[in-house]
């Protein structure tokens, strides 16, 4: 019996000591907890200084401040201000929207870094819906990027605002917002390497326009998109599956 104990302990201690050495993941990248378990969160009030740097709102930055925090687990449905124009999640049953459609200066952060990655592509869907406000300086807006760590070097950087927003974003009324866009970076180059995606939402500063990201299917295969089956349970009828055929198809 004592042998056998001490086995198990030297193996527990073989596996602790190779643990480090193991290729590295994503933490529920797609948020199926149903919370944010895995990601760091933050947030803090926006008064207007540009450009806004995602770092600043994170622990220990300088403008931390988790009261200003608007993010949220959403579950499959309708956006709250385009409707049946964009499901709120991609992939699963849950994803993160990154502030809201409250107007309160409000900038909402989350991040993820993961180390020894050895996959061969990192994916992840995002779709932003951004109210319509001021100047390329002060209206609500958004970035998301994903840097390699190691090498000091960003592999992907969107940043929008309501007032430079690009040929993806739709008006709708008072407001813009894109379809969900899946991207897939091909690090097989980098393997081993450290990787982090942030993405930062905010309000305008001057507390009257509003703007948020959604976010899902972080990892290193690619987000699968709901059975429409799945999607007709959500009580839609059927002008939002043939939404979801349009965009699924064409
Ligand atoms: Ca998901
Ligand atoms: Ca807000």
Redesign the pocket.
Known sequence: MKVSLKAALVLTCSLALASPALAGSFVY????TGDFTGWTQGAGYWNGYWPIIPTDFLPGGTNYDMYYNASGIVTPGFDPVVGSLLNQ????????RVNNSYNNNSVSVISQTVANYTDPFIYFAWAAVLESSHYSTDSDNFTLMLTDDTKGTTLYLVSYNSYDNGAIFKPYGYWFYTDWQVKSLDVSALSGDTFTLTLLGSDCPYGGHAGYVYL??FGSAP?TVPEPGTLAMIGTGGVFVAGWLRRRFL
Not at 29 to 32: A, L, P
Not at 89 to 96: D, K
């Open positions: 990248g797609g948020f199926e999640v991609y992939s699963g049953s849950y994803a993160a899902d299917g987000p």
